[in-house]
């Protein structure tokens, strides 16, 4: 509640600050975060290739099988929205660490089953866990990179890995499983969690958000089973297909029950998933894209994986082998494409390019056959492939979390992983399907011309696996599409308030004033300018701050750079230097607030503001008999002073600012009064209604008079003139002026001792009467003084 400045004329602390250094180590958290991201993506692959020597080892049956893989993309799928926004809620690091241990101890338990319902179980706490530690680094990673070429290139590592980590989890799978044991997949986990776990507690920074929104659990049910609903459904089609009751009964119920959930976000105060996040056409552009990217890269791993090890003969280990060149390339080409493309031209055109040419991949994978070779066919098709999906994966991703404010860092990168995760989903039902049909179409049509039932089975898988590929093909065309014709073109912004500032080139306004954007001081209108200071304004019960403003002053108390916040409540200050700084935030009817921040290097400093207010205190001043014009101090429990205001000449006053459950004294003080305090707290439950109080004053007393010589009454100059109590203590004191002329206001009723003191001391014995000053004039003797007249 009371208002927090830091000592302007303190110096700069020496200590590196915990945001300079988790700057300074952010290549290392790069890894640390890299990490994490490998173990998620391993997971929805490295258990294939185990699934045949699971199932021998727990002796469950083939109908049992995809729930290995189903647990994990239904709990993995349907919570991470939840996930996200409690990454917002808890703090990044903590919800990343928290996820980090639950993901290996449910890998841990998972590598020890004793039977089909252990491991199941497991499989879902995965996911669970999982939901928890994928948003958290993809938005630990956008806080970290703040300058955009360096984003550039993390994003472009990160994707890789979300990319290719599919791939790598085969070769680790077919490696773990052929030379060591099946368990060996998931205790795999424990190792690489490990390693994340002591490199976020040494080298990730605080993330603590200011402010703790509301969850919005309607928000959450509605968002988790439907999410729930649409991958059990297309994992129900995989087996039963399409024309199955409850393949058709989940997928309605998961179409309603998003539908709803949208609904509800658009009139939620504290929404799960605001819809500003999405409504951006850059951000939902790039979500689609993700998706997309997911169906056809699910559909790559899966139909390839059967061809090379049932058509071709490859051991597992040799499958996972033969996807590295693509993995290969996909790094080299997510790495360029978003250091080197991403910053100059944008990600519109450069994410339609990499989904055609993931297209072009795919059609190329459509004219394997039976007899075909892995250099000739396979191995051109996977480079393309790499390519095509690094150019478009990791600018999707960034893309997607693009100029979203920091409360809603954590929601915009679970969206990002929901994407790609009911896109896999998506994909491998769809596909599967398709291949399973277009097998049994091919087997009807070619049965009498066939007759080795060997051959004909692989004609038919060959032929489902083409298939499988030319939709798939037309599935990436699909995201081309999307992406050239919903994506905004131009560069990226790299905060909320650029995002806010963005001008669509396809419908240019020539008239756009620069009056229409905050003002800010110190040339924050420049090209040139930069993102120093960012975060959000809200009130306690989460809700933007649109009327407030910030001010930033240096260590000596000057002005340095002021600006407005954006309809969002997000503001951002450009261009200053290096340096320790104190950031004010005030709006109308709130109490301010301040924090100091340290801007260091390329890092923007996020700091997110609660301001107290809201409800307006309410009263009256007055003596008893008349009202009373007076000066008012609010202080809070701890004696600080929240702020002061005035009672006008009927003695009425309001105090805006103020929130449910403060408590705060108002002290009243009027010339001929004695000051006076009343405690008042504001209810909970009274909202912004709060009770008017009254301050009552009583008025004060004093003496005057003159002091002079005893023997010519020439006025004394300079003598101290005291007040003594009954209790025989000072009371007050005076000195009088050039005219011997003193007075002592402040006195209550009673009787007063007077005392001169100049050369020979004199008192005389005053009463004072309330609300009167009395006369005391006092004669001084000159004594032995040769000074005195």
Known sequence: MSTVYEDLDAAPVEKESEQARHHRLRWIVLGVLALAQLMVVLDATIVNIALPHAQESLGFGDADRQWIITAYALSFGSLLLLGGRLSDLWGRKTTFIIGLIGFAGMSAVGGAAVNFE???????????????????????????????????????????????????????????????????????NL??????????????????????PKLDLPGVVAASAGLFSIVYGFSNAETNGWADWATITWLIAGVVLVAGFIWWQSR?????????????????????????????????????????????????????????????????????????????????????????????????????????SYATHVLPALLILGVGIGASMAPAMQGAISGVSPEDAGVASATVNTMQQVGGSVGTALLSTIASSAAASYITDHAATVSNQNELSQLAAVDSYTTAFAVAAGVFVVGGLIAGLLVRSGKLPSSAADAADAVDVDA????????????????????????????????????????????????????????????????????????????????????????????????????????????????????????????????????????????????????????????????????????????ATIDAAAGRRVEPIEILLAPTSGIEGAVRAAHSGTPLQGATVSAIGPDQTIVASATTDADGRYRIDGLTDGQFTVVANLYEPAAIQVEVVAGQHNTADIGLASGKNPAVP
């Open 191 to 212: 190792v690489i969690a490990a390693i994340a776990l002591v490199g976020a507690v040494l080298f990730l920074g605080a993330h603590k958000s200011e402010h703790h």
């Open 118 to 188: 252990m491991l199941v179980a497991a499989r879902a706490g995965q996911g669970i866990f999982g939901a928890l530690l994928a948003p958290a680094a993809l938005s630990l990673l956008t806080t970290t990179f703040t300058d955009p070429a360096e984003r550039g290139k993390a994003f472009g590592i990160f994707g890789a890995i979300a990319g290719g980590g599919g791939a790598l989890g085969l070769l680790l799978g077919g490696m773990l499983t052929e030379w060591a044991d099946w368990r060996w997949c998931l205790y795999v």
């Open 268 to 372: 939620s105060k504290h929404a799960l998933l605001p819809l500003r996040v999405i409504k951006d056409r850059t951000r939902g552009g790039s979500y689609l894209v993700v998706f997309i990217a997911g169906i056809g890269m699910f559909g790559i791993f899966l139909f390839l994986t059967y061809y090379l090890q049932q058509n071709l003969g490859f051991s597992p280990i040799r499958t996972g082998l033969g996807f590295l060149p693509m993995i290969g390339m996909l790094v080299i080409t997510a790495t360029t494409s978003t250091a080197v493309i991403l910053p100059r031209f944008g990600p519109r055109w450069l994410m339609t390019c990499g989904m055609l040419i993931a297209a072009g991949g795919m059609v190329l994978l459509t004219q394997i056959t039976v007899n075909s």
């Open 508 to 679: 240019v306004d020539v008239n756009r004033s620069s009056e229409a954007r905050p003002a800010i001081v110190g040339d924050a209108d420049a090209p040139a300018a930069r993102p120093r200071i960012a975060g959000s304004i809200i009130t306690g019960d989460g809700t933007a701050l649109d009327t407030a403003a910030i001010t930033v002053t240096d260590i000596h108390g000057r002005q340095v750079g002021t600006t407005a916040v954006h309809g969002d409540g997000f503001y951002t200050v450009h261009d200053i230097a290096d340096g320790t700084y104190t950031v004010i935030a005030t709006a109308p009817g709130h109490a301010p607030k301040a924090m100091t921040v340290s801007v260091v290097g390329d890092a923007v400093s996020h700091r997110d503001f609660t301001l107290a207010g809201g409800a307006v205190l309410r009263g009256r001043v007055r003596d008893g008999h008349r009202a009373l014009g007076a000066d008012l101090i609010v202080t809070d429990q701890s004696g600080a002073v929240v702020t002061r205001a005035h009672a006008d000449a009927d003695g009425h006053f309001a105090i805006p600012g103020l929130s449910a459950g403060d408590t705060v004294a108002v002290t009243a003080s009027a010339p001929g009064y004695q000051p006076a305090s009343q405690l």
